[in-house]
């Protein structure tokens, strides 16, 4: 069985992974380990989004 991932969907998996465990490790309350892993993700994806379009424009 093989996994083919887009470098989006592989950064997305990676966000998500990254996110929990940045939530449990650094909150204490379930309520605020769930919405700073909800913040993790979104900064990562944001990020990631942020570097392809800076990437496309630095190709250009």
């Known amino acids: ?6 470098h989006f969907t592989a950064a997305v ?3 998500v992974f990254a996110s929990i465990v ?9 309520l605020e ?9 979104a900064l ?3 990020g990631v989004l942020v570097a392809g379009w800076a990437m496309a424009l ?3």
Do not use: D, E, H, W
Request: aromatic share 18%.
């Open 22 to 30: 940045f939530g449990i490790t650094q909150r204490n309350s379930p």
């Open 44 to 46: 990562f994806v944001g």
């Open 33 to 41: 380990q769930v919405k700073y892993g909800l913040y993790c993700f």
């Open 58 to 60: 630095i190709r250009r």
């Open 1 to 6: 069985m093989t996994l083919n991932l887009s």
């Open 13 to 15: 998996v990676f966000a």
